[in-house]
């Protein structure tokens, strides 16, 4: 068995931008919601108290997005890696075996499988959002026993009442 590769130097972003990243996406992801929730409302009281938090924070993640870019412009962005074996790159399985080389390097076909990694990743991503919409709407709007089946700590109550 092969031991794991030695760590490589991987170039990562500057610290702040990463800070920054993660910053926006945890805002953006209390942002959305609070405006769909919003949305469903009748006009007024919670409502209003809803759009007022969600466009403040849509404001703040618009001022971190020119923060953002004049960061970026000043620090710079890291080396791209390359994407595929056709792009002549080892494939490696956690470093206790290298995938075998089926194609040479080839740009058409990396572009390709480029391509196809990208539609793959959006179907997977789109598949997943639907399910975890089914998820809410099973544990929400229906209310129903759905969720236990896969939740990791749920015991059933035994039948019939006996324990």
Do not use: C
């Given at each position: 068995?092969k031991?794991?590769?030695?760590?490589?130097?991987?170039?990562?972003?500057?610290?702040?931008l990463?800070?920054?990243?993660?910053?926006?996406?945890?805002l953006?992801?209390?942002?959305?919601?609070?405006?769909?929730w919003?949305?469903?409302?009748?006009?007024?009281?919670?409502?209003?108290?809803?759009?007022?938090v969600?466009k403040s924070?849509?404001?703040t993640?618009?001022?971190?997005?020119?923060?953002?870019?004049?960061?970026?412009?000043?620090?710079?962005?890291?080396?791209?890696?390359?994407?595929?074996?056709?792009g002549?790159?080892?494939?490696?399985?956690?470093?206790?075996?290298s995938?075998?080389?089926l194609?040479?390097?080839?740009k058409?076909?990396?572009?390709?499988?480029?391509?196809?990694?990208?539609?793959?990743?959006?179907?997977?991503?789109i598949?997943?959002?639907?399910?975890?919409?089914?998820?809410?709407?099973?544990?929400?709007v229906?209310?129903?026993?759905?969720?236990?089946?896969?939740?990791?700590?749920?015991r059933?109550?035994?039948?019939?009442g006996?324990?």
């Amino acid at each position: 068995m092969k031991a794991f590769p030695p760590p490589r130097q991987v170039p990562v972003y500057d610290p702040g931008l990463r800070t920054l990243h993660w910053l926006m996406a945890a805002l953006i992801f209390v942002a959305l919601p609070l405006g769909v929730w919003a949305s469903l409302m009748p006009r007024g009281g919670t409502r209003s108290e809803l759009l007022f938090v969600h466009k403040s924070i849509g404001v703040t993640v618009l001022g971190l997005v020119a923060l953002r870019i004049v960061w970026r412009l000043m620090a710079g962005a890291p080396p791209y890696s390359e994407p595929s074996t056709a792009g002549g790159n080892e494939v490696s399985w956690f470093g206790l075996f290298s995938l075998p080389r089926l194609v040479g390097k080839d740009k058409i076909l990396d572009e390709a499988a480029s391509r196809a990694h990208l539609v793959f990743a959006w179907a997977i991503a789109i598949v997943l959002a639907l399910h975890l919409g089914a998820v809410v709407w099973h544990a929400v709007v229906r209310r129903d026993t759905i969720l236990t089946r896969m939740w990791p700590r749920y015991r059933p109550a035994s039948i019939g009442g006996n324990s």
